[in-house]
């Protein structure tokens, strides 16, 4: 089943599947069954591939580059899973820029975008004594942009390659997850940094209610910081639409 993937660098153990359900699904299934951290599972396609609230990703096969990293923290890194999410975001947007030469912008909480559309999605699931780090990213689907999503190729205006994107993301993500367990506070920063939601005017759909206000700050625990009619509220999960023009 694994057909060797050409991208296999230091500290990581890339396998490499032609379609499989969920890359998530099966890296939590090999967590349960020891696989060690650094294990990376990488298809050309998903067939029942998720995001955010079990909203189904799809693309065409050897499309997008479709990648799931299994980590083994320590229990105060654990207890910061929202870090983990962070330091999945900022690598994927340091390898569009070394390779593709575009930076995308972060959305809280989990997805890149080129001006209005969607680049990639991240999706993470803890399980005891390990974290699942699965990421979509856009690489040659849509050929053209769309409303709503936009590829790496189409923003860097040249065919880029899924194993080069690969190669540069585990690269950065190895330098970031040392962060998430060494230097919390660096990566917080970082990724506050980079967030191009925070002095937006936003949407914000949750369950039960929404709210609309301004962005103003990511807390310490991840959770979005967003002032409407003066008060302040503090967002843990959430759709969030970008309302000065963007959507999501």
């Known amino acids: 089943m694994d057909q060797g993937f050409a991208t296999n660098p230091p500290g990581w153990?890339?396998?490499?599947?032609?379609?499989?359900?969920?890359?998530n699904d099966d890296l939590v299934a090999a967590a349960r069954q020891g696989k060690p951290s650094g294990t990376v599972l990488v298809t050309d396609h998903q067939t029942a591939g998720r995001g955010r609230l079990g909203r189904r990703w799809d693309a065409p096969p050897g499309a997008s580059l479709l990648v799931s990293v299994l980590v083994r923290p320590s229990a105060a890194a654990a207890g910061r899973l929202h870090g983990a999410t962070q330091a999945v975001g900022l690598s994927a947007q340091a390898a569009c820029v070394e390779v593709a030469g575009f930076r995308p912008d972060l959305k809280w909480p989990n997805d890149l975008l080129v001006g209005s559309r969607k680049l990639a999605g991240v999706l993470a699931?803890?399980?005891?004594g390990a974290v699942v780090l699965g990421m979509g990213l856009n690489v040659a689907w849509p050929p053209e942009p769309t409303e709503l999503a936009i590829s790496a190729s189409s923003a860097a205006g040249r065919p880029i390659g899924r194993d080069e994107m690969l190669a540069a993301y585990l690269d950065q993500l190895g330098r970031r997850l040392a962060q998430w367990e060494h230097e919390p506070d660096t990566l917080h920063a970082d990724y506050r940094r980079n967030l191009a939601t925070l002095g937006l005017a936003v949407r914000v759909e949750l369950a039960t209610a929404t709210i609309e206000g301004?962005?103003?700050?990511?807390?310490?625990?991840?959770q979005l910081v967003v002032v409407s009619d003066g008060e302040q509220h503090l967002v843990s999960a959430a759709d969030v639409v970008h309302l000065r023009g963007s959507v999501t």
């Open 13 to 23: 153990h890339v396998h490499h599947v032609v379609e499989t359900g969920s890359t």
């Open 214 to 222: 301004t962005a103003v700050d990511v807390a310490a625990d991840g």
């Open 125 to 128: 699931e803890a399980l005891p």
